[in-house]
């Protein structure tokens, strides 16, 4: 047996000790298991958490209205339509992203446990989170990155998360392309004996119900209502999940979008693809496969559960959320980061289909800087052979060109059929059992789905996979 | 010659070609998983050496010594002149609304 399967098949007994959770009592049925019971590992009211973050730099960011480009949005939509755009400052977290409320109950949790340090294999914003958090609680920390292909050639963005980490005093271990990273986290969790701050345990989720938590309140608080809809940019599925959670704690009932930047034709795990593609995160990559099997994750039960929350997903090209950035800055006076603004192009195409006293929320911001910011990124698309040109964003191709539409008419948010989703979820789960399913299992994929244990049936019967 | 107690870069690979997992695409195992860290020099040594480190955090490693004093090379990349024309459609879209 060679290392790399060894190691992978001590990845249970790695997980118990590095999270201090038993996943296996939560388990019943043949695929099941209690979602709400493992939530409860974080014995603390949204309040509780509240505090927590706020010692700690993290939370009660602002709810900022976008007057002009909602004015732009209004002047391409029907008489009457055009909701108000706000955006959630997430930006204005230490560290600079909502990762911050990710990682802090984490790295909390950790401190109390008595760990000496903390591990996360992650190439986006939450390993700043993570570094961050640890810098406060005076913990170690290691961030692994997935960073460079094989000619040594970095992402510009994932190199300024790199930068940053190390910063905030992090040990940095960057790796070439391959889902093996893994791997390299499990043999230093085994060696150091630190505390997994992984994307997808509960603490993490319950960390960001305080967003949506924050973000019902204030709504209500400044407008007297809360938002007809909400768009969380979407790739593992946490943010979205923690978003929703905290929402129904704020008593908000709203219809929660999901949006990812179309990366489809692109191989996440391809050494030749990696340095074609110009968003690392918040893309269909990630956030279609996770969706559709979110066990898929590096816990043996993820936290972060989106088909059971989200009403609607949709895309966006990469040439729409670039534009949308510049136009943040230049029509807001907000320069922020590229991939935070996924949900922003999103909901700008989406406002346009709402009528004009209803509000639609962007979830998040995130921090700019070298590396992390539109021109460098399309400076590093440019010199990796790919165009770079106005026109018509859905003629974009994602791995050849990247289209700014010409005209912010052509900013056009895509539905993926949230029916196939649900389908695709559930011959995941069929295809995953060891053993046949029965009623329990039945209903709880009807959880899973937010769907009912009929469709479940139907759907299982239609794809003719009852073992 | 880099002296020891430099602050390096290290290169070593974590898994070769035959090692990699069965799951990946036929480009990527075609290639080794190479890991990349960086910490203090812990004897003199010449780049392409194999080296010991031990990181900030005091954790040891090794691998081939591949540059002293490394930094993040991050910039704002070269001009990208669409971004301008982006910029003043938009101001001008803006100015063409408030006429109306």
Redesign the interface.
């Given at each position: 047996m060679?290392?790399?399967i060894e190691v992978i098949s001590r990845k249970n007994q790695i997980m118990k000790q590095s999270v201090s959770i038993d996943y296996s009592k939560f388990e019943y049925g043949a695929i099941s298991f209690d979602y709400e019971a493992l939530m409860k590992q974080v014995p603390y009211t949204v309040q509780q958490v509240s505090e927590i973050q706020r010692s700690h730099a993290v939370g009660n960011t602002p709810l900022i209205e976008l007057r002009?480009l909602t004015?732009?949005a209004r002047?391409l939509a029907p008489k009457g339509m055009g909701a108000r755009i706000v955006v959630k400052d997430e930006a204005s977290n230490a560290s600079g992203s909502f990762k911050a409320r990710r990682a802090s109950l984490s790295v909390y949790q950790a401190k109390k446990l008595g760990y000496k340090?903390v591990i996360s294999s992650t190439s986006g914003n939450y390993g700043a989170a993570v570094a961050s958090q640890a810098a406060m609680a005076g913990l170690?920390?290691?961030i692994i990155q997935e960073?460079?292909d094989?000619r040594g050639v970095g992402q510009?963005e994932i190199?300024?998360k790199?930068?940053l980490c190390?910063a905030l005093?992090?040990?940095?271990?960057?790796?070439?392309?391959?889902?093996?990273l893994f791997?390299?986290s499990l043999k230093l969790l085994e060696q150091?004996g630190y505390f997994n701050a992984s994307l997808y345990t509960p603490y993490s989720i319950v960390g960001i119900e305080t967003l949506g938590y924050e973000l019902g309140s204030q709504c209500k608080e400044i407008y007297g209502k809360h938002p007809s809809a909400v768009v969380c940019t979407n790739a593992g599925g946490g943010n979205l999940t923690g978003t929703a959670r905290g929402l129904i704690k704020a008593g908000c009932k709203t219809q929660l979008i999901a949006a990812s930047v179309n990366l489809s034709g692109l191989?996440m795990?391809?050494?030749?693809h990696f340095n074609r593609k110009s968003f690392t995160t918040g893309h269909t990559g990630f956030g279609v496969p996770f969706t559709t099997n979110p066990d898929r994750s590096d816990v043996p039960r993820s936290a972060a559960r989106p088909l059971r929350y989200m009403d609607r997903y949709v895309t966006v090209k990469q040439g729409e959320v670039f534009?949308i950035t510049?136009?943040l800055a230049?029509?807001e006076g907000l320069e922020k980061g590229p991939a935070g603004n996924t949900a922003l192009a999103a909901a700008f195409s989406i406002s346009q289909t709402m009528k004009s006293d209803e509000i639609i929320v962007v979830q998040e911001t995130e921090y700019t800087?070298?590396?992390?910011?539109?021109?460098?990124?399309?400076?590093?698309a440019?010199d990796n052979g790919i165009q770079?040109?106005?026109g018509n964003p859905i003629d974009e191709k994602a791995g050849e060109s990247i289209i700014?539409p010409s005209?912010?008419r052509l900013i056009k948010a895509q539905d993926l059929d949230i029916n196939n989703l649900r389908k695709s979820l559930i011959k995941n789960a069929v295809n995953n059992a060891k053993i046949p399913l029965t009623q329990v299992d039945y209903e709880f994929l009807a959880i899973e789905t937010n769907s009912s244990v009929d469709y479940v049936k139907s759907c299982i019967e239609q794809l003719q996979l009852n073992k | 010659m880099v002296k020891k107690g430099t602050w390096v870069s290290v290169r070593r690979t974590v898994l070769s070609p035959e090692g990699r997992a069965a799951t990946v695409p036929d480009d990527t195992k075609q290639v080794a998983l190479v890991l990349l860290t960086s910490g203090y020099l812990q004897a003199d040594a010449n780049i392409g050496d194999n080296v010991q480190i031990i990181t900030h955090i005091g954790r040891a490693d090794e691998g081939e010594l591949v540059e002293a004093n490394p930094i993040f090379n991050v910039n704002y990349g070269h001009s990208v002149p669409i971004l301008n024309q982006v910029r003043d459609d938009l101001l001008k879209l803006m100015e063409d609304i408030d006429n109306e």
């Open positions: 060679n290392d790399y002009n004015k732009l002047s340090g170690k920390c290691i960073c460079f094989s510009p190199m300024e790199a930068r190390q005093g992090a040990d940095v271990i960057q790796l070439s392309v391959g889902p093996e791997y390299t150091t191989h795990a391809s050494d030749n534009y510049q136009a230049t029509l800087g070298a590396g992390k910011h539109l021109q460098p990124q399309l400076a590093f440019i770079v040109k106005l700014l005209h912010p | -």
